[in-house]
């Protein structure tokens, strides 16, 4: 069984940063192998892609709200992927989620469809 524990998350103020991490562990998954991704969802509203990181760690994409912002790293030798939030606002608030890709999908990794394994995620809070 894969499991997946983010941490990280607090309470902020508008402009201030964070870093969030998960680690992944459990057999039947060589962490290094695959893609990871970040996800959101704030109350009421659909998860939502953040950011994704190839599986060496070449690679990184985000999306549009948080381009500029932050950052998706990795480091295969921890199974650790982390999320560095800067500048962060009051429209980051959500509980976040880190991701494994599944080995074999159709789906766009942007898409919430195309990861199998999820963690129980964070909460990011940011007063204005």
């Known amino acids: 069984q894969v499991q997946l524990v983010e941490s990280g998350g607090g309470l902020v103020q508008a402009g201030d940063s964070l870093r969030l991490s998960c680690a992944v562990s459990g057999r039947g998954r060589t962490f290094s192998n695959y893609r990871m991704g970040w996800f959101r969802q704030a109350p009421g509203k659909e998860r939502e892609f953040v950011a994704a990181?190839?599986?060496?760690?070449?690679?990184?994409y985000y999306a549009d709200s948080v381009k500029g912002r932050f950052t998706i790293s990795r480091d295969n030798a921890k199974n650790t992927v982390y999320l560095q939030m800067n500048s962060l606002e009051p429209e980051d608030t959500a509980v976040y989620y880190c991701?494994?890709?599944?080995?074999?999908?159709?789906?766009?990794?942007?898409?919430?469809?195309?990861?199998?394994?999820w963690g129980q995620g964070t909460q990011v809070t940011v007063s204005s």
């Open positions: 991701a494994s890709q599944a080995a074999t999908t159709t789906q766009s990794f942007r898409h919430r469809g195309a990861y199998d394994y």
């Open positions: 990181i190839s599986w060496t760690g070449s690679i990184t």
